[in-house]
T-cell receptor, first 114, second 116 residues
Framework: GENVEQHPSTLSVQEGDSAVIKCTYS??????FPWYKQELGKRPQLIID?????GEKKDQRIAVTLNKTAKHFSLHITETQPEDSAVYFC?????????????FGRGTSLIVHP | KAGVTQTPRYLIKTRGQQVTLSCSPI?????VSWYQQTPGQGLQFLFE???????NKGNFPGRFSGRQFSNSRSEMNVSTLELGDSALYLC???????????????FGSGTQLSVL
């Protein structure tokens, strides 16, 4: 399986609804989990991140939750707006060659319909 | 503060040629990492440079190499280009105080490479 699994690959919601994207990682020693947003034709930008010493972090309409036991973390967007439409990537450290490298989920295309 | 700058924005090459891409990090950032983004494989880590030394490496063949200069600017080189190397190549900078997996990454807009 993939080192970081991200679901769903596509998410279509109505404006005002909530959206949840989930990522599962494999290495229990991982301790930093960022989420990036990439609008069409633009660069990925960090929108929120969480470290393993907390279970939840919020920033206005965006939140991230972490379950270390189950090795998954989720991005929650409330009151979605059309400008939230983008591809969202999660990332987690994964062991490689004696160290850790950044490993990304395949991305979730979020479409918010006005 | 200026963001991460990548040049060129677009590049067209033919098989067998080599290419060099450039990345200027945010002022004060000492770590530069490179990524390949394709529709099929997603976003994949190539390598990371810190203080002019490669600190971390992903699972790409030796045709992919890089370097970093004393001002933290970085270049990535791909030799003997193959059709499968067509991709968006992104660089990201970070402070470098911790490992690349423990820091916030600031991405450039990327170089879109097409190999014909």
């Amino acid at each position: 399986g993939e080192n970081v699994e991200q679901h769903p690959s596509t998410l279509s919601v109505q404006e005002g609804d909530s959206a949840v994207i989930k990522c599962t990682y494999s290495d229990s020693a991982s301790n930093y989990f960022p989420w990036y947003k990439q609008e069409l034709g633009k660069r990925p930008q960090l929108i929120i991140d969480i470290r393993s010493n907390v279970g939840e972090k919020k920033d206005q309409r965006i939140a991230v939750t972490l379950n270390k036991t189950a090795k998954h973390f989720s991005l929650h967007i409330t009151e979605t707006q059309p400008e939230d439409s983008a591809v969202y990537f999660c990332a987690a450290p994964h062991p490689s060659g004696g160290s850790y490298i950044p490993t990304f989920g395949r991305g979730t295309s979020l479409i918010v319909h006005p | 503060k200026a963001g991460v700058t990548q040049t060129p924005r677009y590049l067209i090459k033919t098989r067998g040629q080599q290419v060099t891409l450039s990345c200027s990090p945010i002022s004060g950032h000492r770590s530069v990492s490179w990524y390949q983004q394709t529709p099929g494989q997603g976003l994949q880590f190539l390598f990371e440079y810190f203080s002019e030394t490669q600190r971390n490496k992903g699972n790409f063949p030796g045709r992919f190499s890089g370097r970093q200069f004393s001002n933290s600017r970085s270049e990535m080189n791909v030799s003997t280009l193959e059709l499968g190397d067509s991709a968006l190549y992104l660089c990201a900078s970070s402070l470098g105080a911790n490992t690349v997996v423990d820091e916030k990454l600031f991405f450039g807009s990327g170089t879109q490479l097409s190999v014909l």
